[in-house]
């Protein structure tokens, strides 16, 4: 049991892994929001199966608010932010899909080339999932550094926050984790909440090096 | 026996100097097709300005009055260095070249200061312009003075005099060259042609005149007695560093001889100035500086040559 | 009072009082301030007495202004405590608070947008020397047992610098004592930031503060750069020496002002000091203490000598400017009769800049010529060469100082006034009188006794060098070489003495005398209206009227010196105008390209700046990236 | 008394938090003013108990001479902070730019703020830590967001984003920090405290934690203001209340730098072990000398005031970081001493600027001007808070900087070229703005004049940068040159 526990979180990590490319290759938000969830669930179903392997009772805690946090009401809201800020469906991109594709690989390479010989005392499994969770990390801040609009950006973020949070339940015997992660769930709350109070529509990248050209070298 | 020569030395200086600049005069004039002037008219103009009543412009200082004075002071004292017909005068441990030159420019100072003093436009014309030569003869003649510095193994005038009277009578390519820079810097002190043209007094051309506009009376005559010394300290500077045959050393065996040789060379020199000073004509005031810079160049081969030659004493 | 107790003291140690070192009770742990004076500091502290006593007496006839109270004795202080300074964190830290202490001072006007900007140059070149100097000290040190580097005079003198290291030291001591004493190519600040602070602090700042910076060099490459070095060495202060003593004549000959023009020509000066440290580190590459110890000797008593002398010229500085309102050149004139005193205190230091027989600037440059002709046996025919093209070079500077001398004396205090202001200026104050006037009277004894002065710096000598002038510095006679012939002074004035005394009798004698006062002849200008009692201003000499000769044939080339003349169409009655300009080549060359290369650079840094958030997280991922990468290399590795 | 006395960490932390709550709901806006400060003074007095109680405090806190100095720094200059803010608040309420709601808000965030950066300082549990650094960022941003303008909500968010996913690298970090003590010391507890990280670092895996440091050291860097992570930066101090400017700019560097610090330490005593770890300082001094050049080069074509002290803080933390860098006990003493030195320095500037703004009605250099002819008392304080920071003498920060470029000049001699050229960029820049903001011609006042009790602050301030730098008191001195040899 407890075997077999680990071996469907292990992957349910990679089926994170997988997901995160999909986040990246995903041209509608609807869609994409679709994802994430689906991500948070696959992590919550790993910390839950985690849990149960290794016998640690908070880690069915953290799967829980994994996924009714981040499964349920997250996607919940940002559906909610994308009909009443009427924010177009389609994803402009920065830097095309088949490019990031390329350096999404490129970095879950160079993760698994970083993580795989430092933890060679590691549990195996452990390690792997280090290394997911890195790849997961990568994958979430290329996406933030390849979308150009403001709910895709915070998406990635959340994706990078559900690899972070994959990391710390591959570490056995990791404290803390259900604050860590609550303590990192009521930061999103805010992000989420500031997309909404501020109306960011499109894109918060509005402090463009256009905007200073334009105001003439104004000195900021 | 040094105080003796010393006191002949002075009376010989400063009877001679007027005497220099009338026989230069002569000597040009005739060279020039023209009668000139009496040798004696220096003598006589400056008897003649001291019996006229000297004036002061009414702006000027009592620096004004002073500065004749300090002009005789400082070519004076020069005088009393540079050794005539004998090497053992009283003052010739004091016969520095740098001190003999920095008291040349103890009366160029005052000179300028004088002609500044009346607040009129040409005298600032003729003390800035002075001023100017000055600074582009310094160098040069720095290196004149360096050049006889390395052979005489100090800047004593003396000394050089002595070492070159003593060694081997060679011709040496680095003291020709020196003389030639000594030549050029000479020139330009006096305010001879063709720095400046001693008989001019054309307003925009004139340099020492201009500085001297203003004087009138003793004082005119002191400072025209200066010139003249002045004039006669450079011929004997010249004929002392680069020709020092026949000078006594010590003792009053070589006066005589140390006379006559002396006699010659002024006279020697002073028929060259002249036939300088008629063969050649006026520079521009712009053009000085170029011309200080040939001697300047010329003193500095000279070093460079002595350099090449000598290895180093 | 506070430098009159300091130059007793300064005295008493030149006599040979003992000082221990002392360590005072302030600073961090490894940092404690020590005190630790030796004959070199002592006579520098002379140096720095003489003109604060001065500069405070000539205080005490300025009007209060309790901008300068607080900062004048801190300035003070911090140049005594460089001075007096025992190991290199002291010194540094009275370095850069005597440069702080007098950008303040020279901020005293600062609604004057020249004296901002020039103030602003000040510490900025100061914050550079202060790093400069940094760098050269701990490439000195070397780290002590506890990991507290060793920073006294005594463990840097322990620890001899070669190689690289050694010629670094020299490029940064260069630099940075070297831009705060004024030397070219660093010279650019000086002309503007010494003529700002009121006179009292530029004399002070010229007489004193550039000899601080020139201790530091002393200090630091003769002392603690322990030796012997290579003979090149003293090749950078030599070059660097005769650019400033030229530049800094030239410049002074004209600057429009007269604080700026004296400031110039503190270059200058600095210059040739710089010349003899120069040829002092030659000769004692090539192992010639006693020639080295001559023209040591003669940088120190030039030293000595410019910060009396220069001193004595601000403060008259000082004084016109309070009395005639104004240190523009071209609005003085005819002050001599104003201002009797301190004209003559002026003449009396304008000698000595001019470096006149038998002056004080003749005796110290008359020593580093003798160095400088001694020094053509320290090698071969390259070394005479360079160092005959050096001579030259210094002859054309005193060439120069001598026209300026000539020009500030001649324009300011002598002919007609050029303004009402100075029409009707009044001699100064008792007490900046009593300050003027002693000044003075050193300058004279200074010049008529250079031996007994250069005996004073004997133990300096030989604390450095080990051999000092001993007996070719006589109390009547210096010589080059002892037993030779040399510069007398008091023979050479006792002839002037002589003659002109002659001459004055055999004039009262044998000439008419009894001037009669008449109006000078003025070329045909039209009289004066009588609302002009002291003539038309401008029909006697200008301040760039003077200096034109000059500029024309040097300033054009070195200072790109340019004059335009517009004259008016015939029958106009518009006045025709000439204009001069001229600019430092170094500031276009150095400074100018420097700040465009910083707003260049702080333009493409604005790029990076103002990004995206997008655009910032890229380069944030792409730098950790980078991290990663090397770190998976160095892991394989 | 005595339980007091035995657990002032505790309430250390635990005040402001409290304070926090209840200024939450506090009506009065003049009373909530004054319990602001009186929660500071507390906090202040509480903490200068600190270096006399026992190290491990309990609820996963711990103090050590380290921790200790920083708190009471932390809790001096956010005092002096609510002391200025009691006026400039006033002042920017009467003025309209603030209303009763958000003028709670900011209080109540300001005692959040401090509390969690007196958390994260005396935190012996990363993971604590790390809450605490992230809680302090999110009153941090709510802080700079308050004025609602476009600018500055522009700001908060970029603020808000980069330092989360700074934040994100720091625990990522942390977790391969704990998972590297946990193969050591076990699971559990131990294995995620600085102690037990500290105890076990010649026997970690080397590798493993040199992963650790790189996101540590981006993460945290992000706080510290690092380039090239510095962007949110300059714009969260320039859009924020200025006291509140004053007490971001000093604390979240001292915050960011000591964890640095501390694992820093961890990383060389593995190194001195044989552990396998690389050599930490690389990589610090590296990131270090960017924020130098990139931050002094920035000083030019600054127009706005408070930006341009921004840019002077990345410099600084530049100059820290470097210090911390290149280790040993003299250099980490000195990078100590800049850290509390240009942290009061600094608070002094924001203060000073902040009632300059006030008084002459805008923040950019063309309003600000001639301070000190209409104003002298705040001109020359400005004046002198601004020398500091440039490392001019008299001043402490002179002292420092000059340790730090020794050291780096016998140690690294060419980074210590790099090093110089920075620093005397950033004092001429520095400079510059000094004298156009004091000196010269003073601009046209439209704003109410400081009295003398809002000036009070910057002016203890000041006399202490002098008396640190220059007199600095053989025990305190000893005592940070004890944590350099902890830390070094």
Redesign the interface.
């Known amino acids: 049991m407890a075997g077999f526990a680990l071996q469907l979180a292990h992957l349910l990590g990679g089926a994170m892994l997988v997901l995160s490319f999909v986040l990246l290759y995903q041209r509608r938000l609807s869609a994409l929001i679709t994802v994430y969830a689906l991500q948070a669930w696959a992590l919550g179903l790993a910390a839950a199966a985690l849990g149960v392997a290794q016998g640690a009772p908070h880690l069915l805690l953290v799967g829980f608010v994994a996924v009714a946090a981040k499964g349920v009401a997250i996607p919940l809201m940002l559906r909610v932010i994308v009909r009443r800020l009427a924010i177009r469906r389609a994803i402009e991109t920065a830097l095309g899909v088949g490019p990031s594709m390329i350096l999404g690989v490129a970095l879950v390479a160079l993760s698994i080339l970083v993580v795989m010989p430092v933890t060679l005392q590691a549990v195996p499994l452990a390690r792997e999932d280090l290394a997911t969770a890195l790849s997961v990390v990568m994958l979430g801040l290329v996406m933030m550094i390849s979308r150009r609009s403001a709910i895709s950006q915070v998406i990635g973020f959340m994706a990078l926050e559900n690899g972070l949070i994959l990391a710390a339940i591959a570490v056995p015997g990791m404290p803390l984790i259900v604050e860590l992660s609550v303590a990192f769930l009521v930061m999103l709350a805010f992000i989420v909440a500031g997309i909404f109070v501020f109306h960011i529509r499109a894109r918060f990248d509005s402090i463009d090096v256009g905007v200073l050209d334009r105001v003439g070298g104004v000195l900021r | 026996m040094s105080v003796l020569a010393l006191l002949l030395h002075a009376a010989l200086m400063l009877a001679a100097a007027p005497l220099v600049v009338g026989l230069a005069r002569r000597l040009k004039a005739r060279l020039m097709g023209r009668q000139g002037p009496p040798v004696l008219q220096p003598v006589r103009d400056i008897l003649r300005l001291c019996r006229k009543q000297p004036m002061m412009a009414e702006d000027a200082s009592p620096l004004f009055r002073i500065v004749p004075f300090v002009q005789i002071g400082a070519i004076g004292a020069a005088a009393l260095l540079v050794p005539s017909f004998t090497l053992g005068m009283l003052t010739a441990p004091l016969a520095d070249l740098l001190a003999i030159g920095g008291l040349l420019a103890v009366a160029r100072v005052a000179l300028a200061l004088a002609a500044l003093d009346a607040g009129t436009a040409f005298g600032g014309i003729g003390a800035s312009r002075a001023m100017m030569f000055g600074s582009f003869a310094e160098p040069a003649l720095l290196l004149v003075i360096l050049t006889l510095a390395v052979i005489g193994g100090g800047t004593n005038l003396v000394a050089i005099a002595a070492v070159l009277q003593g060694g081997p009578a060679v011709l040496r390519v680095s003291l020709g060259l020196a003389l030639l820079a000594l030549l050029a810097v000479a020139l330009v002190e006096n305010g001879r042609i063709p720095a400046d043209n001693p008989a001019t007094h054309l307003e925009l051309t004139m340099v020492h005149e201009a500085m001297v506009l203003d004087y009138a009376g003793r004082d005119l005559a002191l400072i025209e007695l200066a010139g003249g010394l002045k004039l006669l300290v450079w011929l004997d500077l010249i004929a002392t560093a680069f020709f020092p045959f026949g000078i006594g050393t010590a003792g009053a065996a070589g006066w005589v001889p140390g006379l006559a040789a002396w006699a010659v060379k002024v006279l020697v020199l002073t028929t060259g100035l002249a036939a300088m000073e008629s063969a050649i004509a006026k520079m521009r005031v712009f053009r000085v500086p170029e011309f200080l810079g040939i001697a300047l160049l010329l003193g500095l081969l000279a070093a460079v040559f002595l350099f090449l030659t000598q290895g180093f004493v | 009072m506070v430098s009159a107790v300091g130059i007793a003291w300064a005295l008493a140690g030149l006599l040979g009082m003992p000082f221990a070192p002392a360590a005072l009770?302030?600073?961090?742990?490894?940092?404690a301030l020590t005190l630790a004076p030796d004959a070199l500091s002592w006579f520098f502290l002379l140096i720095l007495c003489i003109a604060a006593t001065a500069a405070s007496v000539f205080a005490i006839s300025r009007p209060a202004a309790p901008r300068t109270l607080v900062p004048f004795p801190l300035f003070i202080a911090a140049m005594a405590l460089t001075l007096l300074a025992g190991d290199a964190?002291t010194l540094?830290?009275g370095f850069?608070?005597m440069s702080?202490a007098s950008w303040l001072l020279v901020?005293a006007e600062?609604?004057e947008?020249a004296n901002?900007e020039a103030?602003?140059q000040y510490?900025?070149f100061a914050?550079?020397s202060g790093?400069?100097l940094?760098?050269a000290?701990?490439?000195l040190?070397?780290?002590g047992p506890?990991?507290?580097?060793a920073?006294s005079f005594a463990a840097l003198r322990a620890a001899p610098v070669e190689g690289w290291?050694g010629v670094?030291v020299l490029v940064l001591v260069l630099l940075g004592a070297g831009s705060k004493a004024g030397l070219v190519p660093l010279h650019g600040w000086l002309p503007r930031a010494h003529p700002a602070a009121p006179s009292h602090v530029s004399a002070l700042m010229s007489g004193a503060m550039t000899k601080v910076a020139l201790y530091v060099i002393i200090r630091v490459l003769f002392d603690l750069a322990g030796g012997p070095h290579p003979r090149w060495w003293g090749v950078p202060l030599l070059a660097m020496g005769a650019a400033s003593a030229v530049l800094g004549g030239l410049r002074a000959n004209t600057a429009p002002d007269m604080k700026s023009a004296l400031a110039c020509s503190t270059i200058e000066h600095v210059g040739l000091i710089a010349v003899g440290l120069g040829l002092a580190l030659i000769a004692r590459a090539a192992d010639l203490p006693a020639l080295a110890a001559l023209a040591l000797g003669a940088a120190l008593l030039h030293a000595l000598n410019h910060g009396v002398f220069k001193t004595l010229l601000f403060l008259c500085a000082g004084a016109v400017q309070q009395s005639a309102g104004s240190r523009m050149l071209d609005r003085l004139?005819?002050l001599?009769?104003r201002m009797p005193v301190t004209a003559a205190c002026a003449?009396m230091g304008a000698?000595a800049l001019?470096?006149?027989?038998p002056g004080p600037g003749?005796a110290s440059e008359?020593l580093l010529?003798?160095a400088l002709?001694a020094g053509?046996?320290t090698g071969g025919?390259p070394v005479?060469?360079l160092l005959?093209?050096i001579?030259?070079?210094?002859?054309?500077a005193?060439?120069?100082a001598?026209?300026a001398?000539?020009?500030l004396?001649?324009?300011a205090f002598?002919?007609?006034p050029r303004s009402p202001r100075a029409a009707a200026a009044e001699d100064a104050p008792l007490p900046a009188r009593a300050a003027m006037a002693g000044l003075a009277g050193l300058c004279l004894v200074l010049g008529l006794l250079p031996g007994p002065v250069l005996q004073m710096i004997d133990p300096a000598l030989r604390h450095l060098l080990g051999a000092g002038m001993g007996e070719r510095a006589g109390w009547l006679?210096l010589s080059?070489?002892a037993g030779?012939?040399?510069?007398?002074a008091l023979?050479?004035a006792l002839?002037?003495?002589?003659?002109?005394?002659?001459?004055?009798w055999a004039?009262r004698r044998?000439?008419?005398?009894?001037?009669?006062?008449?109006?000078?002849?003025?070329?045909g200008?039209m009289a004066p209206p009588p609302w002009l009692p002291?003539?038309d201003p401008a029909?006697?000499?200008s301040a760039a009227?003077?200096?034109?000769?000059?500029r024309?044939?040097?300033g054009a080339p070195l200072l790109s010196a340019r004059e335009t003349v517009s004259v008016p169409p015939p029958a106009s009655p518009d006045p025709a105008r000439h204009v001069a300009r001229e600019a430092d080549l170094l500031d276009a060359w150095l400074l100018a390209p420097l700040a465009r290369l910083?707003?260049r650079?702080?333009?493409s840094?604005?790029?990076?700046?103002?990004?995206?958030?997008?655009?910032?997280?890229?380069?944030?991922?792409g730098?950790?990236?980078v991290?990663?990468?090397l770190?998976?290399l160095?892991?394989e590795l | 008394m005595t339980g007091l006395l035995a657990a002032p960490a505790v309430l250390v932390v635990l005040v402001p938090f409290a304070a926090a709550a209840t200024l939450g709901v506090l009506p009065g806006m003049r009373l909530a003013a004054w319990v602001n400060l009186a929660a500071s003074g507390l906090v202040f007095l509480l903490a200068c108990l600190l270096p006399f109680s026992p190290g491990d405090a309990g609820l996963l806190l711990r103090v050590d001479p380290l921790a200790a100095t920083m708190a009471i720094l932390a809790a001096f200059i956010g005092f002096t902070a609510a002391w200025v803010s009691i006026g400039c608040i006033a002042a920017e309420q009467a003025a309209g730019r603030l209303d009763p709601p958000r003028v709670r808000l900011y209080h109540a965030l300001f005692q959040t703020y401090l509390g969690a950066v007196l958390l994260a300082l005396l935190a012996d549990n990363l993971g604590v830590m790390w809450v605490a650094i992230e809680a302090a960022t999110v009153a941090a941003v709510l802080v700079v967001g308050l004025s609602r303008t476009h600018a500055a909500i522009e700001a908060a968010w970029k603020f808000f984003i980069l330092c989360g996913v700074g934040i994100a690298l720091a625990l990522f970090g942390t977790i391969l920090l704990t998972l590297a003590a946990g193969s050591v010391l076990g699971p559990g507890f131990a294995a995620m405290s600085w102690t037990g990280l500290a105890r076990a670092a010649p026997h970690l895996p080397g590798p493993l934690l040199n992963l650790a440091f790189v996101f540590v050291l981006f993460g945290y860097g992000t706080k510290a203001g690092l380039v090239p992570l510095h962007v949110w930066l300059p714009d969260s101090h320039a859009e924020g209340p200025t006291p509140f400017s004053a007490v971001l700019g000093a604390l979240a560097p001292i915050v960011a730098l000591v964890a640095l610090l501390r694992l820093r330490a961890v990383l060389s005593a593995n190194v001195a072990a044989g552990g396998g770890a690389m050599a930490p300082g690389g990589a610090l001094m590296a990131l270090g000398l960017l924020s130098v050049l990139l931050g002094t080069i920035s000083l030019w074509r600054r127009g706005d005031v408070k930006r341009f002290f921004a840019f002077s803080s990345i410099e600084q933390s530049g100059v820290i970081a470097f210090a911390f860098g290149l280790g040993g006990r003299m250099a980490v003493f000195a990078g100590l001493l800049q850290l509390i030195l240009h942290a009061l320095a600094k608070a002094a500037v924001f203060q000073c600027v902040g009632r300059a703004a006030q008084l002459k009605g805008g923040q950019r250099f063309t309003d600000i001007g001639g301070l000190i002819a209409g104003h002298p008392a705040l001109g020359w304080l400005l004046a002198g808070a601004i020398a500091a920071v440039a490392g001019l003498p008299p001043f402490g920060l002179f002292v420092s900087e000059f340790l730090i470029l020794g050291e780096a000049v016998l140690r690294v001699p060419w980074l210590a070229l790099l090093l110089g050229a920075g620093l005397i960029l950033g004092a001429l820049g520095l400079i510059l703005r000094l004298q156009s903001l004091c000196f010269g011609p003073p601009t046209k006042d439209c704003g109410p004049a400081p009295g003398g009790p809002a000036l009070a602050a910057p002016a203890v301030h000041l006399v202490l940068v002098l008396l640190l730098g220059l007199a600095l008191p053989m025990a305190l001195g000893g005592w940070l040159y004890g944590i350099a040899g902890t830390f070094r």
């Open positions: 009770p302030l600073g961090v742990p490894g940092l964190f540094l830290l850069e608070a702080v901020l600062d609604r947008d901002r103030a602003r510490l900025g914050a550079f790093i400069c940094i760098g000290m701990f490439l040190a070397h780290a506890s990991g507290v580097p920073l290291r670094a004139g005819g001599i009769r003449l000698a001019a470096a006149l027989p003749f008359w010529f003798q002709l053509l046996r025919v005479q060469m005959a093209v001579a030259a070079l210094m002859a054309l005193v060439g120069l001598a026209a001398a000539v020009r004396i001649g324009i002598l002919g007609r006679v080059a070489q030779t012939a040399g510069y007398a023979g050479i002839l002037m003495a002589l003659a002109g005394l002659g001459a004055l004039a044998f000439a008419v005398s009894g001037h009669r006062v008449a109006p000078a002849w003025g070329g200008f002291f003539g029909t006697q000499p009227g003077f200096s034109q000769p000059l024309r044939a040097l910083r707003d650079a702080a333009g840094a604005d790029r990076l700046q103002f990004l995206t958030i997008r655009r910032s997280l890229a380069v944030m991922v730098v950790l990236v991290f990663l990468a770190l998976a160095l892991e």
